[in-house]
């Protein structure tokens, strides 16, 4: 295998002395770690030095590999210009993964830098790494707002694009943990906090790269992370391959949690091809679908398939006909069809009242509006499908409150009304934990400002799933 060793690894700038002046003495157990972590590359002497970094280009949907022959940086904006780098990129294995990016039609490359100059987060791994080894190009790639999965993927291309050119390569994940771990830390605390710790660590330990890959993301964002996308591409490059994995150290007295541990591959292993996994797991949930879900799969399918929307009693397997609840053929009702992606949100659209005979054809046209009229996605395509999961929300009748006090996020729906202006938020929605956001995110919706007069309304649903 090409890429001989992966780490895992923190950028806190005040690590570096000339930056910390004495207060890095607080984290000497981590640079004891670091310098280990330099000792071994040297060792290995690669020939590339991959490193993903939190704090380079970022883009919503793209992921950015820096271009050209090289880039410079320094730590003056951390008052120690003197710390400065010249490094050189690997531009073949920059050009491979690009290429192999377009043949896919996968969103990376090189496109859109904004600026060339070394990152704090590629910056202070190689302050380490330059003391033990001057050799090696590096390559500096971004992150993005993708979902786990993209990212999962790129690792994979990575690893693809070092095994066609022969490279021998370490990667190197540049990323802190929780930066709200303490409430004397600069982010302040939540519990999220030490439970990203606990959790991302005993997935490091076990170089459980399929757990790292499902964490939620709002449990990510609430912990606010910056290096578990770094983290699930280093894992990517490994897909398949059995790994050892060593735990150096991991401290959380600053209020930020930093941890290092290195990855060493031990050969194929099928039963660790954690994509693959994922598509199992879905598969095995659409299995258990009910009705009212495998109905909206059906119809999005059909058309994203033909062009056409599904004939209920024409094109619906006479199976499916005859095991739909009564409520499906005879009951008018508003219901919403939201699809996710990888965890991610890819359409939601629904109807508060019914607009159809029954509440099956409002889900049939529904499903084809989420999946296809969205206005904030793209419509989904054909290849997509395998990806998507599914459920449907069937609203009860909305009814008029007085007060926010009569709201509860997990139990009721908001909509709300200033004249014309309506906008409607489902219940039990992940990431809206409280009323006052609940309302705050239905008012946007319906372009209604807080200073205008609104009236509340609460309504019930069922949810399948």
Same mark, same amino acid.
């Given at each position: 295998m090409s890429i001989v060793a992966g780490f895992m690894v923190p950028h806190p700038p005040m690590i570096v002395p000339a930056v910390g002046r @004495?207060?890095?003495?607080?984290?000497?157990e981590t640079t004891r770690a670091y310098r280990e972590v330099a000792r071994r590359i040297a060792e290995i002497a690669p020939d590339t030095i991959i490193i993903t970094s939190p704090h380079s280009v970022m883009y919503a949907d793209y992921f950015h590999i820096s271009p050209g022959p090289g880039a410079e940086g320094d730590f003056g904006r951390f008052g120690a210009?003197? &710390?400065?780098?010249?490094?050189?990129?690997?531009?073949? /294995?920059?050009?491979?993964? %690009?290429? /192999?990016?377009?043949?896919?039609?996968?969103?990376?490359?090189?496109?859109?830098e904004r600026?060339?100059? /070394?990152?704090?987060?590629?910056?202070?791994?190689?302050?380490?790494?330059?003391?033990y080894y001057g050799g090696g190009k590096i390559i500096r790639i971004g992150l993005s707002g993708l979902s786990l999965a993209q990212h999962y993927r790129l690792g994979m291309m990575i690893r693809e694009a070092c095994d066609a050119l022969g490279r021998k390569a370490v990667f190197v994940a540049s990323g802190d943990l929780s930066h709200k771990l303490k409430e004397e830390g600069p982010y302040g605390f939540v519990p999220e906090g030490p439970l990203y710790d606990e959790r991302i660590m005993e997935a490091a330990e076990h170089a459980a790269f399929g757990d790292m890959l499902s964490f939620d993301e709002n449990f990510c964002d609430k912990a606010a992370e910056c290096g578990h996308r770094s983290f699930v591409i280093m894992g990517g490059a490994f897909d398949g391959c059995s790994v050892g994995a060593e735990v150096l150290s991991h401290q959380d007295v600053t209020g930020v949690g930093y941890g290092i541990t290195v990855f060493t591959p031990k050969g194929e292993n099928p039963n660790r091809r954690f994509l693959e996994e994922m598509l199992r797991q879905i598969e095995a949930e659409r299995e258990q679908s009910d009705a009212y879900v495998t109905l909206a799969r059906l119809s999005m399918e059909h058309y994203i398939k033909t062009g056409e929307e599904l004939r209920l009693y024409e094109d619906v397997p006479e199976k499916l006909m005859s095991s739909m609840p009564e409520e499906l053929r005879n009951k008018?009702? @508003?219901?919403?069809?939201?699809?996710?992606?990888? =965890?991610?949100?890819? @359409?939601?659209? =629904?109807t508060i009242g019914p607009t159809t005979d029954c509440l099956a054809e409002e889900i049939v046209q529904n499903a084809v509006s989420a999946s296809t009229r969205d206005h904030r996605f793209s419509p989904i395509t054909e290849d997509e499908l395998p990806w998507l999961t599914i459920h449907v929300d &069937?609203?009860?009748?909305?009814?008029?409150?007085?007060?926010?006090?009569?709201?509860?996020?997990?139990?009721? =729906? &908001?909509?709300? %009304?200033?004249g014309y202006k309506r906008g409607l938020l489902l219940p039990d929605l992940e990431g809206i934990d409280d009323v006052? %956001?609940? &309302?705050?995110?239905?008012?946007?919706?319906g372009g209604i400002s807080p200073a205008e007069d609104y009236r509340l309304q609460r309504f019930e649903v069922i949810r399948h799933t």
């Open positions: @004495g207060t890095e003495a607080v984290v000497e210009p003197e &710390v400065s780098f010249d490094e050189a990129y690997d531009y073949e /294995l920059v050009d491979r993964l %690009t290429e /192999l990016s377009v043949d896919r039609d996968f969103p990376a490359g090189i496109e859109g600026d060339s100059r /070394l990152d704090h987060g590629t910056m202070v791994p190689l302050y380490f790494i330059r003391q008018r009702a @508003g219901a919403f069809v939201s699809i996710h992606k990888e =965890g991610q949100l890819r @359409g939601c659209i =629904g &069937v609203l009860g009748e909305p009814e008029y409150i007085d007060t926010k006090d009569e709201l509860d996020v997990k139990s009721y =729906g &908001v909509i709300v %009304t200033s006052e %956001t609940q &309302v705050s995110i239905a008012m946007r919706k």
